[in-house]
């Protein structure tokens, strides 16, 4: 139904119909309801207006019905009721007066009573009006309409926005408690080495340095300084393995790209493995998080790389990809592995390292990805997206 038709309801006699034709004429669009049925099921439309004749609400029940749906009307329409009534002897309560009807209709704001008979005109232009309000109560409704489904998106995004922010405070909660893991890790393999390997070697000089004072032969006492000696060098190597694993003050000082490039060297030094670098210091990242990031993850596929690379030469490559992601890869011609067998281990349960790298590199939004041929290759990389 057009939003702007009135609804016109008069069973007696053609009222109904002249009206239609009066506000036809009019270009007032009408529709002629056949009963009271079909009026009040029309109410539920879109009326622009409803114009009754008195005898249309001598019905029964009519006026309880005709009030409960005008009061049941959203707040924001006020369905305009024109009532053509007649002049009336008797007092003001009796049927068919305005003061009785209205007070029926709940003392209804938006009814109007015409008092017949009347000139044409007055219908049309009482009906116009009315039709003017009533246009503006339909956009009063669009205007809400468009409020309710701005809230709406407001709303979602609020609710979007709060998951992200639970699901980050999350990933914090892991990531703090992973943290302190390898932390702890890391300070149990440093303890070990101090322990088991360095003071266990200073230990042995000292008694050599006691027998070489007490030795009388020079014979004995050239062994003694020779064994002294090979351990201080041993001793010296423990020590550069503890500064690799230290590492951070060459990656301040010579960048990413250069601070790869020392840790080939060492490890190479310390494994008797070949590492070769190919790494720009234009493509080092800018921020110092994502610089410790990449220095210990290659230093973890790289100690793997000599781990199980059966020996094989490793080659680090430092790039930027299209979308100037930084990513590193390191290969090495060993064994290799089926990287299927890592998703069936639990986080910290056996390997630790890919994990670790996996977790952190999802946390800044990258990712690793493995690449091995058994029996041929592994080749590691690592891609993360950059970073003002
Ligand atoms: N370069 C490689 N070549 C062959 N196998 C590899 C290589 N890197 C990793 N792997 C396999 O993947 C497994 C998981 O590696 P990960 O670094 O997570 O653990 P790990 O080195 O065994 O122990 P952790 O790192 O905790 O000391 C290894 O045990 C090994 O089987
Ligand atoms: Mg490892």
Known sequence: MPSQSVLVHAPHGRDGALAAQVLGRAGIETIVCRDTEEMLARLGGEAGALLLTEEALLAPQILARLGAALS???????????VLHSERNGSGRAP?????????????????????????????????????????????????????????????????????????????????????????????????????????????????????????????????????????????KVTRTLTVELSAPVLYERGLAGALEWLAVEMSKQHGVE??????????????????FFFRATRELLLNAVKYGGGSAVIVTMSRDGSNALRVVVADGG???????????EFGRGGFGLANIRHRAALLGGELHIDSVLGKSTRMTLLVPSRL
Do not use: C
């Open 96 to 236: 068919g007066r305005p003061a009785y009807l209205l007070q029926r209709l709940g003392a209804y704001q938006g009814a109007v009573f015409l008092q017949r008979p009347l000139p044409v005109a007055t219908i049309v232009s009482v009906v116009q009006a009315s039709l003017v309000g009533r246009r503006r109560q339909y956009q009063v409704r669009g205007l809400l309409e468009e409020l309710a489904s701005l809230n709406a998106s407001l709303e979602e995004q609020v609710e979007e926005r709060t998951a992200l922010a639970l699901r980050r405070a999350e990933q914090l909660r892991e990531l703090s408690g992973e943290l302190l893991l390898v932390e702890e890790r890391e300070q149990r393999r440093f303890a070990e080495v101090l322990h088991d390997d360095l003071q266990q070697l200073l230990m042995a000089a000292l008694l050599n340095v006691q027998v070489l004072l007490m030795a009388k032969d020079a014979a004995k006492k050239d062994e003694h300084a020779r064994s002294i000696s090979e351990i201080l060098d041993r001793s010296g």
């Open 72 to 82: 049941a009307q959203p707040t924001w329409s006020s369905l305009p009721l024109i």
């Open 275 to 292: 590492m070769t670098v190919h790494a720009n210091a234009a493509d080092d990242p800018s921020v110092a998080d994502l610089r410790v």
């Open 335 to 345: 064994p290799g592995f089926d990287p299927a067998t890592l998703a069936t281990r």
